[in-house]
Each structure stands twice: as structure tokens, then as C-alpha cells.
DNA sequence: ATTGGCAGTCACAAGAGCCGAGTGCTAAAG
DNA sequence: CTTTAGCACTCGGCTCTTGTGACTGCCAAT
């Protein structure tokens, strides 16, 4: 059985080994810690842990390291979530309370995040399928053309423009403007888009076919949006500490520039709930927990933000499994929770 | 004097440089292309071409390697610029011609280059200072909140939540809606500032407030926005090729994510016209010319577009001084061109 | 359960030696 | 004046060896 002390054995080696980048022997553990015990009885400490596969040496003699499973133990019953300094809370006041709007608000989170960490910081968009309709808009802009623009009650705006054949009646524009807020406004973009498809035939056929060319312009942005978008800052963290990987960095940025990866990783930490402490609202995924992302040497740590219950969309930080995962998780509940009530007060 | 079989000798060191990355002895020089006369000759020429510093030999007996002077003497007069192929053509037409809106087209537009060349491409938004109001639009929220969305000519929506104070009324807001498209549209940005800040002052002193209100927030769009901005893509690459840095491309990644410091190297590289090789209209900067924005050890080609004049923006590619020039100045200019085409349609 | 002692293991650094690619120089030839 | 062949020399990089030091695992004693 894996007693007490061990765990604080563990505890400490994940300490220093993330501090020191150093394989961690019992000498030195003595010696920075007081234990009260011998370096031979943190020895056999060790030795149980290695029977646990909490740990590792990486060769015949020198210290340990943690193991993946050595991680995911320190994140889940070890760490204590140091509280932010006052530096950093007023930090995340000055830095978000002057955005101007949602592009704003989610390019300064992500970038400080991301320098609170000392990590590749990301956060996704607010899905829109989670969104409702709010307003939509539609503006001429020359004789035969249209921007439709598309307003969520996440202050998301999505635009785009249609061409028209034949000039507009600038009246009858009005009145479709009118008749498409009052059909759509406040209904979830699921039922928006059933709606629209059904929207044109409530007209003559003389109407038919340019309401028709709106009505799948607005489906489109709706379809298109539905792909949610992440923002990234921090890449140049990753090279910082590359000497965290075994292999080359390339394909972790690659995977970050390509998006679609790690919008299924965030996908999935959102609907488990495994590597989630349950006290902090930080989920965790660590090393070869992500090996079918093709992300086999990196932990994910991301939390909910933007609703009560966390589920409008998620943000976190990536980085090596050697990482401060204390200071890190409660960055990121930190910066979640103040976006999510940033973003309720709209 | 540097004869012509000189620059010939500097032109094969530069190519076999760049694609085999060790240093070029004159064996294998006489081996691999047909001069027609001797390794010591071509010793000779060499040794002409480090007086010039030209080149360079990293240790007293290895072969040389070209020096920043010797790229740009490539650049500037011994790289001919190879067409694309067909296939990369296609390529250009497929994946852009299905672009939806700006962000979309600049979206594609940077990655598109960053695939043809290998590099980390860069692409400026149009600067909004040489752009034009083409409309305004003042969109009710809610019963105290409008949002003041702002169209420029080029393409570029910005939009903006302001809170009233009272109550909105449905067919003021039409009126100036109306007011400010008339007054505004087709108008510099810089012209637009000054009439909007005097906008207010034409109404009576129950409305001057809100119209006031509405005017400085469109103020401030125009404002903020004329910082510009750049996208970006294919960091990885600048990992992939980290072996042609010295030291580590820490601070090139975090210039790159800082933006500022390119930005100001775009606009440096815009208006000089050193860099810039008259017939192809692409600019070039080359290692130490970049020393004072601390990117010292980076090639930087970019290409005007947007307007005839590529008076726009810039758009262009990153990378480490062994890169492929032919290659890469002709895909920048290739992909300027036909940005400048598809935006010159809308 | 804990401790001190001890032999054993292994990565890593430093040093020695060899090899080969490539140079500069000189003297002769075109 | 340019080109060529020959030759001695330099030096980076590879391999092999050796030495050192930090650990461990085990065992007998407490």
C-alpha cells in the first residue's frame, strides 16, 4: 500500500523535478526537505511509488522522474492551488476590464493567459450553437448588393456579402429586414436554421427567389460559425521549453495552428469529466492521456467559462507535462471565472 | 575586380548552400557544375569573393558560406525567379478563389503562403487609413444599447456596443443613420474623424448628447483600427528549420506574436525602396538590415497589394537566411498579384 | 519500520588520436 | 595575366577510453 509519506515523497519529486528539470534522488530530497526520516527510508518510499508506476528512473542509477500517472496523481490529490498574488489579480482587472468587444475581450485573455503561465494560452470562441439569434441585419451596399450581418446574444457578428441579381427595392429590404428579426429573433441557431429554410415560401414568386438567395447567406453563416474558432498566444513558450521533449516541437504547433485537433481535445474535456477535479472546475489532460490527439508529451488544462454552469465554451493553457501544474490551474480557474462574469454582464 | 565567373561561383554557393546546408568546398563545386575549368581556379574566385565578404568560411578549413552582403547580392542581381508551377497555380486559384469575406480571403491567403513556401508567411490587414467609409449602421439591441457597426470600402467591418442612457428612439436612430451616411460616406478616414467630430453640434440640445455618444464610439473605431494588424501562419515551419539559428528562436517567435515590431518593419520595407528588386516588386531584408528590430537572423521578403500601386498593405514570408529565394519571392509576388486582382473585383 | 553501510551501475565529461575535406601558396604552363 | 597541378597544413568532428560522481538496491542491525 502506498502510505501517506509516499505520497508526500511524490509530492516533493514532482516539486523539484518541475523546478529543477533534474531527475530527483533521496539524497537531495532529505536534504531540501524535512522528512525527519533517512535517505534509505525515503528509498523504499521510492521504491513503492516505482511499483506503482508513479515514477521512474531514467536510467539504472540516478534520480526519479514522474511518470504520466505520477501527474495525473499530483493533479488530482496533491496540488494545492495557490491562490494568485494580489499582482496578478490586479493584473487580470487592468488588462480586461478596457476591452472593447468580444475579438477584444477573448485576443487580451488569451494573452494573459498565456504570460501568467508561461504557456501556450487558448481560448475557443463561444459556440454558436449554444448562442441564440439576437439581431440580424441587412445592408445595402450597391445596387445589387447585400451585407448580411448576423448578431448572437454572445456578441458574436458574423458578416457577409450577396450578390444580387437585378437592383434593390430598398422598401421591401426594410420589410425583410423586419419580418427576419421578428421570425428569428431569440431562437437558438438550430431553430434559426430550420426556419430559414422554410422562410422564402412565405413570399409571392416574385420575392421568392431573392429572399431564398438571403435566406441561404444567413444559413451559411450560421453552418459556417458552427466550426468554432480557438485564439492561440504563447507559441514561443512552446520553443522555451522544448528541452521538455524528447522529439521536436514541430508537430505540437502544427497541431495548435491546425486548430481542428485540439478543438476535439477540448471537445472532450468538456463532456468528461475523469480529468476533472471536481473542487476546481479544471479539467486535466496529461501526456499519453492525449496520444490518439497525436499529442502523446503534453498536458492540457482548461476550464468552462462564459455561463454558470461553464458550458458556452472552454479555455486553457497547453504546455510540457513538466509544467507548474499549482500555479497554472488556478490561472486558468481565475481567468475563466472572471471572463464568465465579464461576459455576463453584457 | 569580382569577374562575371565569379558572381557565377557566388550564385552556386548561395543554391548549394541553401540546399544541402554545409558549408560548399570548390571540389565539389567543379564536381557538380560544369565551369569548365579547375578547382583552383574556382579557389581563386573564392578567395576574391571573401575579400568582398561575399563569403565566408566558418572555420580556417571548411568550405564557405554565403554572408549576409552575399545574399543580398543574390537577391539583388543572381537569383532568377522561378515561375510556379502549374500545379501551384491551381493551387493559388482553388484555394483562394473560394474565399467568402476579408477575413476569410487574408485567412487563406496566409496560409496558402505559407504552404508554397515553406515559411512563416505574413499578410497586413489593409490599412485603414487609406481606406474609405463606404457605410454606417446603427443596429438597436436593446432598450438602452446599440451597436455602431462601420464599413470600409476594402472590406472591413468593425463593430462596436454603445450604452445609452434613456430610452432609444426607433426613428431618430433612422434619421441619423441616414445623416451619417450621407455626411460620411465615400470619405478618407481622416476626413471622417474631423466631420464626426463636429457631427453633434448640428443638432438641437436634446439629441446632442446621444448623437455625441454615437460619434465618439464611430471615432473610436476608426481609431482603433488604424493600428493595423498582421495574420500570420506557419510558425511551425520556423521550428523546422531552428538548425539555421544561431541561437534560439525565442525572440523571433515573440516578435512575431508581438506584431508591433514587424509592423513597423512592413512599413519600413515599404518605404524604402533599397530592398526592393525594380522588377519583381519584391522588397527584401536580409539579416543584419534587420538588426535594429532584433531579428537580426531572419530574412524578411514582402510584396505591396491591394492596389495597383501596392500601396495598400504588405503581405510576404519570414524565415532564416538560408531559404530559398527564387522560390520564395516568386510565390510572394505571384500570390500579391493575385490578392491585388481579387480584392480589385469587389 | 527505519537506518547505516557498501558494492554496483551508468550517464556524462574530458582527453587522445585519427581521418578527411578543404584551404592557401607556389611554381609552372597556357 | 590567367589557369593549373601539387603539396603542406589546418581544424572540425568522430570514436574510443578513462575517470568521476550521483544514485540505487540490498542486507544486516537497531
Redesign the interface.
Known amino acids: 500500500m502506498v502510505s501517506s509519506r509516499s505520497l508526500d515523497v511524490l509530492r516533493v519529486i514532482v516539486q523539484d523535478y518541475v523546478a529543477s528539470r533534474e531527475p530527483v534522488g533521496s539524497k537531495s530530497i532529505v536534504e531540501r526537505h524535512s522528512f525527519g526520516v533517512s535517505a534509505a527510508t525515503i528509498r523504499n518510499d521510492m521504491a513503492l511509488l516505482e511499483e506503482e508506476e508513479l515514477i521512474v528512473a531514467p536510467h539504472t542509477s540516478s534520480g526519479r522522474v514522474p511518470t504520466d500517472k505520477g501527474y495525473r496523481m499530483f493533479v488530482d490529490h496533491l496540488a494545492d492551488l495557490r491562490p494568485l498574488t494580489a499582482a496578478q489579480r490586479q493584473a487580470i482587472d487592468q488588462f480586461l476590464g478596457a476591452s472593447?468587444?468580444l475579438d477584444d475581450v477573448l485576443a487580451r485573455t488569451v494573452r494573459l493567459l498565456s504570460q501568467l503561465t508561461h504557456q501556450v494560452a487558448l481560448v475557443q470562441y463561444p459556440l454558436l450553437s449554444k448562442s441564440r439569434v439576437?439581431?440580424v441585419?441587412l445592408?445595402p451596399?450597391s445596387e445589387t448588393r447585400i451585407?448580411s450581418?448576423f448578431?448572437t446574444d454572445t456578441?458574436r457578428?458574423e458578416?457577409?456579402?450577396v450578390d444580387v441579381p437585378g437592383a434593390i427595392d430598398e422598401a421591401f429590404l426594410a420589410e425583410l429586414r423586419a419580418r427576419l428579426n421578428t421570425a428569428l429573433g431569440g431562437l437558438g441557431l438550430a431553430e434559426a436554421t430550420e426556419v430559414l429554410a422554410d422562410f422564402a415560401n412565405h413570399f409571392d414568386a416574385a420575392r421568392h427567389s431573392f429572399v431564398a438567395l438571403i435566406a441561404s447567406s444567413l444559413t451559411?453563416q450560421i453552418g459556417?460559425n458552427r466550426q468554432d474558432r480557438l485564439v492561440m498566444?504563447?507559441?514561443?513558450n512552446l520553443?522555451?521549453t522544448e528541452e521538455d521533449f524528447s522529439g521536436?516541437?514541430?508537430p505540437v504547433?502544427?497541431a495548435i495552428?491546425e486548430q481542428v485537433t485540439l478543438l476535439r481535445l477540448f471537445g472532450e474535456m468538456a463532456a468528461d469529466q475523469n480529468g476533472l477535479s471536481a473542487q476546481t472546475g479544471v479539467a486535466a489532460s496529461i501526456g499519453r492521456e492525449n496520444a490518439e490527439f497525436g499529442l502523446g508529451e503534453i498536458s492540457v488544462l482548461t476550464s468552462g467559462y462564459g455561463a454558470s454552469d461553464g458550458s458556452i465554451a472552454r479555455l486553457g493553457v497547453l504546455g510540457p507535462l513538466r509544467m507548474d501544474y499549482s500555479n497554472n490551474m488556478a490561472a486558468v480557474r481565475a481567468v475563466a471565472r472572471y471572463l464568465t462574469r465579464l461576459l455576463g454582464e453584457?
Open positions: 472593447v468587444d439576437r439581431h441585419e445592408v451596399l451585407m450581418v448578431i456578441g457578428v458578416q457577409r456579402i451559411e459556417a498566444a504563447g507559441a514561443a520553443v522555451r521536436s516541437i514541430f504547433l502544427e495552428e453584457d
